[in-house]
């Protein structure tokens, strides 16, 4: 399973308080090292270059866009793009990249989608397992209902996630070494409760100079038939499902997918 590392916007229903867990709390927890340790992460060039394709010349919005790692190379394509993050800190890091400017940023959460008279849009994508960040079912459910809204006609919206094992992983308590040097050390630790479908976590980094920093993390996390079913309750269909971005065909054996859900019912198959 592919977890990443690991913010304040409230919430009137207090829906969001896992242990402590808002919105930003990933996001301002990390943006100081998040271009660090996942910038080079693989297949960027892929994943920039099929939402690229995808879009076609249209509007691309981005959900949980942090540093912008996708956002901007894709604007830099000549795209109109926009990203959506909860973490003001993740955005001010956006923002200060060359070419940061070409991109729209809005300060707000995913389970909601507010971006004033911005839209409809052509693709809207979600990428690096960001959309278990929501931490419940209906987060979840609530976010595709949202997109749904602010897909234009034909348009569509693109998940990337890993897939959880089955049986869910027995390891329930984890510590593991990210980073070890003679100036830092950074473990990673972590608790999974398959009951919830949950993995909690915190990277726990130890400096000299600076002491201990907490940077936590916490993830909901579904199958691919679950996210299908909160396509269809938002009136999307699966269109097609990859292992990755390149387009390699998802099977029994991968361990990430990337689904791509079409506006509209399926289509009827020929007769
Ligand atoms: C794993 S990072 C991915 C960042 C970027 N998409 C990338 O691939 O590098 C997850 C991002 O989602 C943001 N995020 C987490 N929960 C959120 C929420 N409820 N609403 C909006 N953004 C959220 C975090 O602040 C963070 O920037």
Redesign the pocket.
């Known amino acids: 399973m592919r977890l ?2 690991t ?1 304040t ?1 409230a919430r009137a229903d207090g829906e ?1 308080d896992v242990q402590g867990y808002r ?6 927890g ?2 100081d090292v ?1 271009d660090d340790w ?1 910038g080079d ?1 693989p297949g960027l060039h892929d ?1 920039v270059r099929t939402v690229h394709r995808l879009a076609a010349g249209g509007p691309i919005l ?10 901007v190379p894709l604007a830099h394509l000549g795209a109109e793009v926009h990203g ?4 003001a800190a ?1 955005l001010d890091r956006l923002r200060a990249k060359p070419g940061g400017d070409r991109v729209t940023v809005h300060a ?4 909601e989608v507010e971006v004033g008279a911005a839209g409809p849009f052509t693709v809207v994508f ?5 959309l278990f ?2 931490p419940s079912e209906d ?1 979840q459910r609530r976010c595709f209902d949202r997109v749904a809204r602010h897909l234009a006609p034909g348009g569509c919206f693109v998940v990337e996630c890993f897939v959880p094992g089955d049986p869910p992983e027995t390891v329930r308590d984890a510590v593991e070494v990210h980073t070890l040097d003679a100036a830092r050390v950074v473990l990673r630790i972590s608790r999974q409760d398959p009951d919830a479908s949950t993995l909690s976590g915190q990277h726990v980094e130890f400096t000299e100079a600076g002491g201990v920093r907490l940077r936590p993390w916490h993830l909901r996390y579904g199958t691919p038939e679950d996210l299908d079913r909160f396509a269809a309750a938002a009136g999307m269909h699966l269109e097609e499902r990859w292992a990755d971005w390149t387009g390699r065909p998802f099977d029994d054996e991968s361990t990430a997918h990337v689904s791509m859900y079409r506006a509209g019912p399926a289509p009827r198959p020929a007769e």
């Open positions: 990443p590392a913010g916007i969001r919105p930003d709390s990933y996001g301002d990390f943006a998040y996942y992460l994943t981005e959900l949980g866009c942090g540093t912008g790692r996708l956002a959506l993050d909860a973490s993740m707000g959460d995913m389970a979600i990428a690096f397992n960001t960040n929501l987060l």
